[in-house]
């Protein structure tokens, strides 16, 4: 009772400060923001809503976790535990849920504290492909992505209780239920996400039970298509990378306060879409989500794959991305998906068919600002951006200065059309719709690279 007039007391103050001084009118909510941008916002967060669906597990701690997993939820397992003053029953539940229904307690360290680890996995659609490449139950190295993440918990130090391939399951269950409400032609996004748990206050894993381990999948669409044909501009971040010193940028924490806040100063309020970041050493890195490549053209280059380079940052600077290294397997090889590529490229003139095989290869780059702007200023050289959410990226300009000749270039076109079919395709993923013994074969083949 005396919780509820408390209550009551507090909110009725709260109203009474509120409409004396005119504090929450629209424009001081805003805060400056564009009224149209708010509410594209809340109209694109309102879709997610309707679509999207989260696994989660967590153990059952009372008071704390979400009374949705008792009641919706089921039992992984539950063990007695403790010394009799201390006794209890250790016990996770686990479930999918609607968006509205998830939430983490405020005392899971992973949020409180950002200790925790995720991965970012695509089931690629896109529509208007010849029927030959529409395939959207393919989801992209979906083996390499689970593997990866459960090779930052180790790093990290957090212990999952649930295998790669029971946790990989549980994903293709959620996103199933997601298929059936999206469209066709819609990419589904899955974000694997393993914290490490809730806890008492204060920093340090002892005091955590054990990890919260989910899955929220959702439906993504990061650049407009026709960027695709005409490219981007990057800005440049004053906000420096991540120092591999201190945190392995090849390990996807939840740490992510440095690249929002490289996003925010160097793509300018909106002028940019992406920006680049350089380390404390003054070497590029990366963009602030994606990784960066440069294409430096010598004569003859169109007969001679030999006079085409590859060049992007070493791998112990930046996140050594799936997607990147599926483009450097396919600049060092002939391409092995070229009879579709060819088809896609007949059927979208803006694209070409791959033609690059034995590319030389840079991948250990270290460039400072001036080495960047000198490879740019070549009218031979392009530029394009990797990422799992974008795919491959072209871009055309840094800031006032144009990439080249302010064009995508064909080699970039070139490894748009190998990268656009692989990324649909069965030999470089896993259908979504696959028997649990097919599923275990898959995942218990070795990594493609």
């Known amino acids: ?17 509120t409409n004396e001084d005119k504090r929450h009118s629209l424009e001081d909510v805003l805060q400056g923001r564009p009224e149209a941008e708010v509410a594209t916002a809340l109209k694109a967060a309102t879709n997610t809503g309707e679509i999207a669906r989260v696994y989660m597990a967590m153990p059952i701690v009372p008071g704390v976790t979400n009374p949705i997993f008792n009641t919706a939820g089921q039992t992984l397992f539950a063990h007695p535990i403790g010394a009799e003053n201390t ?3 250790l016990e996770v539940r686990e479930g999918i849920f609607p968006l509205e229904q998830a939430g983490f307690s405020f005392i899971d360290h992973g949020p409180l504290y950002g200790d925790g680890v995720f991965e970012g996995v695509l089931h690629f659609a896109k529509p208007g492909l010849p029927e030959l490449l529409r395939n959207d139950e393919t989801i992209f190295l979906f083996r390499e992505h689970v593997n990866r993440h459960y090779k930052g918990l180790t790093q990290w130090g957090i212990k999952p209780y649930l295998s790669q391939e029971e946790f990989g399951w549980r994903i293709l269950q959620t996103a199933l239920e997601v298929k059936e409400q999206a469209a066709s032609d819609q990419s589904l996004y899955f974000r694997p996400l393993v914290l490490s748990g809730i806890g008492d206050l204060g920093a340090g894993r002892t005091k955590c039970v054990l990890p919260t381990m989910g899955a929220l999948v959702a439906t993504i669409q990061l650049y407009p298509s026709e960027t695709y044909r005409t490219g981007i501009k990057l800005g440049i971040s004053s906000v420096v990378a991540k120092d591999p010193r201190s945190l392995d940028p090849n390990v996807k924490g939840t ?8 996003f925010l100063h160097g793509t300018n309020g909106g002028e940019f879409k992406e920006a680049l970041m350089f380390n404390g050493d003054g070497y590029l890195t990366e963009a602030t989500v994606d990784n960066i490549f440069f294409v430096i053209k010598e004569n003859g280059w169109e007969t001679d794959p030999n006079k085409v380079e590859i060049i992007t940052p070493h791998p112990k600077i930046c996140l050594n991305g799936l997607t990147r290294r599926m483009i450097l397997h396919l600049a060092d090889h002939d391409p092995i998906l070229k009879s579709e590529a060819e088809k896609l490229a007949n059927h979208d003139s803006a694209i070409y068919a791959s033609t690059h095989k034995g590319y030389q290869i840079v991948n250990d780059a270290m460039l400072t600002a001036q080495d960047m702007w000198a490879l740019i200023e070549d009218p031979n050289t392009e530029m394009f951006m990797t990422g799992t959410g974008c795919g491959l ?4 300009g840094i800031k006032d200065k144009q990439v080249g000749d302010g064009q995508v270039g064909p080699v ?8 656009t079919v692989a990324m649909r395709h069965r030999d470089y993923g896993l259908r979504l719709d696959v028997t649990e013994s097919e599923y275990l074969d898959y995942m218990r083949q070795p990594d493609l690279f």
């Open 87 to 89: 006794s209890g029953v």
């Open 255 to 262: 740490q992510y306060a440095q690249n929002i806040q490289a």
């Open 412 to 419: 970039t076109k070139g490894f748009l059309a190998d990268i």
């Open 1 to 17: 009772m005396g919780a509820t007039h408390m209550h009551d007391r507090l909110f009725t103050g709260v109203t009474r400060l």
């Open 393 to 396: 990226m072209p871009v055309i």
